[in-house]
């Protein structure tokens, strides 16, 4: 889900009604690019989710944007994931599902269409 750093998006989205269609019933994991950031350069995310960055978020140089996060709903036990590295980028974002099922990665890639460099991290 692309929000365009969209504030309104934004609060659309954590501000959700109580309801059987509430984007925290309905889902366990929301990739999100371009999130709207405060000045602080944190994104916001509701009291149902847990919000993963990249792990590069806190090394990467001041003034670099914020481009992908992912929620993980609050009713996923945080005994069944964990966030994957991936240094280097503030472009990509990712997790690992460990279960009865096996293993699954989730990984929020955010590309500009500019260059190339988040598919050469990737590699």
Request: glycine residues 6%.
């Amino acid at each position: 889900m692309n929000l365009h750093k969209s504030k309104t998006a934004t609060f659309d989205l954590i501000n959700e009604p109580e309801n059987t269609n509430a984007l925290s019933k309905t889902h366990d994991f929301v990739c999100i690019q371009e999130p709207w950031t405060d000045r602080v350069g944190n994104a916001r995310k509701g009291s149902r989710w847990h919000i993963i960055y990249p792990t590069s978020r806190l090394s990467m140089e001041s003034g670099v944007l914020l481009r992908s996060v992912i929620l993980i709903n609050r009713k996923i036990s945080s005994n069944v994931w964990r966030q994957i590295d991936v240094p280097g980028t503030d472009d990509i974002t990712a997790v690992l599902l460990t279960g009865p099922f096996g293993k699954l990665g989730i990984f929020n890639i955010y590309n500009d269409g500019k260059h190339s460099i988040t598919l050469t991290i990737l590699r």
